[in-house]
């Protein structure tokens, strides 16, 4: 058997964001878009839905139409 936990504490669930148990709480289902599995008052996060959500929140390439985002504007960034 797999020796990888299905699902993680906030703890090691934060640590595998590299983010704070606070963040991720901020973050977490109802009052973010990171589920959260619950036994009674237990928390727990699902890895697989860690790693859905990470996905979803890469920014995608621009398209290669679109101007070149690193152009500036008086030392600023057009976009």
């Known amino acids: 058997m797999n020796s990888?936990?299905?699902?993680?504490?906030?703890?090691e669930a934060a640590q595998a964001l590299a983010t704070?148990?606070?963040t991720?709480?901020?973050?977490t289902a109802p009052r973010?878009?990171?589920?959260?599995?619950?036994?009674?008052r237990s928390v727990r996060y699902s890895r697989d839905a860690l790693v859905t959500?990470?996905?979803h929140q890469?920014?995608?390439?621009a398209d290669a139409s679109?101007?070149?985002?690193?152009?500036?504007d008086e030392g600023r960034l057009t976009r």
């Open 4 to 11: 990888t936990p299905l699902l993680l504490t906030p703890r």
């Open 20 to 22: 704070s148990e606070r």
């Open 24 to 27: 991720l709480w901020s973050l």
């Open 32 to 40: 973010g878009p990171i589920p959260v599995v619950r036994f009674g």
């Open 53 to 55: 959500w990470i996905a």
């Open 58 to 61: 890469q920014e995608r390439p």
């Open 66 to 72: 679109e101007s070149d985002p690193t152009d500036c």
